[in-house]
């Protein structure tokens, strides 16, 4: 497993939060709300708001992913300020 990484999410745009993964888990680390989504590794990064779940991680605790591909994630912060989330992968 690599070491977890805080990420920084603007306020409505997509951050890549991870590269190349099966399985994540995500940890909001402020009182925002995120929302996630995936695509296969390589492929085009999303850009509909439309495509996103909602995480469903409270502050300091985890949602867990597990995908049945290499995916890339990405992060969408609803807001309302900037804030990061934790990454284990």
Not at 8 to 24: F, I, N, P, Q
Request: glycine share 8%.
């Amino acid at each position: 497993m690599a070491a977890p990484a805080v990420t920084a999410c603007a306020v409505g745009v997509y951050t890549k939060v991870a590269t190349g993964v099966t399985s994540l888990r995500v940890f909001p680390l402020d009182g925002n709300n995120y929302l996630w989504t995936y695509r296969l590794t390589a492929a085009g990064a999303p850009t509909l708001l439309t495509e996103a779940s909602d995480i469903h991680g409270t502050l300091n605790t985890a949602a867990a992913f597990v995908l049945s591909a290499s995916s890339d994630v990405y992060i969408w912060n609803q807001g309302p300020s900037a804030g990061n989330v934790r990454v284990d992968t």
